[in-house]
């Protein structure tokens, strides 16, 4: 459980790196059709990880919490401790 | 981490440039008790706090903060566009123009330049909730302040949006004290400081 938990976290920061770099990158070549598609290929993954994140663990960002009765946006374990 | 969103939180569209009023409202960025050492001031203190209600709270309003620098540079920009070097030199602006034209730079009204002087991060839960309410009553107070000297509506506007964000923000603060003092020995508040000391606090902590 924990270690799935670590693994598809891990996922998501590989491909939030990926789009995050590309980002730069497209800042100062907006119009390169390679780094476009790259983008849009990794933001696809990037978005399915993060939906199985959310339904299996929890939210990453405040909206999506989705939990009928409790905010499970404070939860703990926060980034900065050691889980 | 955090990812920028390309919207103000609340608009700002004003119509006449006014750079007396600019210099007023630059406090509100860089000055004591400006939106800046708002944002940084939560977002330090956060790391050692014990209950996820204030992790939490602090991670937002910190992040909220910084929607507000950002308003407020948004402000201080439109209130200085196309403005003459007459305008300039008349409205007291001039100041500020010699070392910054009309760039966004953090400092007091005063002229005095953002400092991490303006905030604390003491790593003790009571005492650093205590500083955050009297920050937003603090920032508040400088609205009311700015509020008094502006008479435009475009202005007033956002002014008074940000004046009212101060007063939720003391409210949830107020209830994030509380919290942490329900998890405390009821008769003695600082017998502990749960950000540090083990085994000192009702629920279990990270």
Not at chain 2, 25 to 32: E, H, R
Not at chain 2, 130 to 141: I, S
Request: charged share 25%; net charge neutral; hydrophobic share 35%.
């Amino acid at each position: 459980m924990m270690d799935e938990r670590k693994f598809l976290r891990n996922r998501i920061k590989q491909y939030a790196f990926t789009l995050k770099d590309l980002n730069l990158y497209l800042d100062t070549h907006p119009d390169c059709l390679r780094a476009l598609a790259m983008f849009k290929k990794t933001r696809e993954l990037y978005e399915k990880a993060v939906a199985e994140y959310n339904q299996k663990f929890g939210p990453i960002t405040p909206n999506q919490s989705n939990d009928d009765n409790h905010w499970s946006w404070i939860d703990d374990p926060w980034p900065w401790e050691r889980s | 981490m955090w990812q920028y969103q390309k919207k103000l939180e609340y608009p700002v569209n004003i119509k006449n440039p006014n750079p007396k009023m600019a210099k007023a409202i630059l406090s509100q960025l860089g000055g004591p008790d400006g939106e800046l050492s708002a944002s940084l001031r939560y977002l330090n203190q956060r790391f050692v706090m014990p209950y996820a209600e204030v992790k939490g709270l602090l991670t937002d309003i910190g992040t909220e903060e910084l929607a507000h620098v950002e308003i407020i540079s948004a402000i201080i920009y439109q209130l200085t566009r196309n403005i003459s070097p007459e305008e300039i030199k008349a409205s007291g602006f001039d100041a500020y123009f010699v070392d910054h034209t009309t760039g966004i730079y953090p400092a007091s009204s005063a002229g005095v330049p953002f400092t991490s002087a303006y905030f604390q991060c003491k790593g003790d839960v009571i005492t650093d909730l205590h500083e955050d309410m009297a920050a937003e009553q603090k920032a508040r107070t400088t609205y009311d302040n700015i509020l008094r000297l502006a008479d435009d509506p475009d202005v007033r506007d956002p002014i008074k949006f940000l004046r009212e964000r101060e007063i939720v923000h003391y409210q949830r603060f107020g209830e994030a004290l509380r919290i942490t003092q329900d998890n405390l020995n009821a008769k003695n508040f600082y017998a502990c400081n749960p950000a540090f000391d083990p085994n000192c606090t009702r629920r279990r902590t990270r």
